[in-house]
């Protein structure tokens, strides 16, 4: 019932059919990753990582993606392991969070982002940084053992590689795949080379240039997440 108007609403009507195409949801899901399949190459990504790059193709829209993927071959063993025992997924941006699919999380994981806490406007005024990055710090007490997914902002990615060679805790996993035009590459580069600059070697999955973003992280989320496909 309508509060305002005291009626009930009008029951939604299909259009006319004017378009040949695919509406059966699960029909749709299927044939996806059939196309992925036969489409990219998969055989340049670990053979425990097939489903991650295949639903970070299905996410992005890009069977060229395995091109420029990169995944170290202990990253969805530890991530796995990681939620299985009831670790935090700590996100970057509130996009990543949205597109995690919450029936796939094995023991009911929180998904945080720190993005609207109070104290993040002052810390990135503080130290001329960008909020996104300010808000990697308030991770710090939840870091130890958790599942890093930065899919937005290069800055926050930079910020957790500073904090990680400053000494914070260590995740178990860092999804690294920050879009964009400036910094995103060199974050990602920043990730890749982190272990032999800084000893610190922790298992991680990114995407080389320019490509990244919310969709494709969550992607890989959702896929290290749960073995079934």
């Not at 004017?18 to 990753?33: N, W």
Request: proline share 7%.
């Amino acid at each position: 019932m309508n509060p305002m108007s005291g009626t009930r609403p009008r029951r939604p009507r299909r259009p006319s059919r004017r378009y040949a195409y695919a509406d059966r949801a699960a029909e749709i899901y299927l044939d996806s990753f059939a196309m992925i399949r036969r489409e990219a190459d998969l055989s340049m990504v670990p053979a425990n990582a097939e489903k991650l790059a295949v639903r970070m193709i299905h996410g992005s829209g890009q069977v060229d993606l395995t091109d420029d993927l990169v995944v170290d071959p202990r990253l969805v063993p530890a991530a796995r392991a990681a939620l299985e025992a009831g670790a935090p997924i700590l996100c970057d941006a509130t996009m990543v969070v949205r597109g995690v699919t919450r029936s796939r999380l094995p023991a009911g994981n929180e998904v945080i982002c720190t993005l609207g806490d109070p104290r993040v406007p002052g810390l990135a005024e503080e130290w001329g940084t960008t909020r996104t990055a300010a808000a990697v710090s308030l991770w710090e007490p939840r870091l130890e053992g958790a599942v890093v997914a930065i899919g937005n902002a290069p800055t926050a990615l930079f910020h957790l590689l500073e904090m990680l060679a400053d000494g914070a805790p260590r995740p178990a996993a860092v999804v690294g795949c920050p879009v964009g035009f400036v910094g995103a590459a060199e974050s990602k580069q920043a990730l890749r080379d982190f272990a032999s600059d800084h000893g610190i070697d922790i298992p991680f999955v990114t995407v080389r240039g320019r490509r990244g973003g919310s969709a494709m992280t969550s992607s890989a989320l959702n896929a290290i997440a749960q073995e079934a496909e």
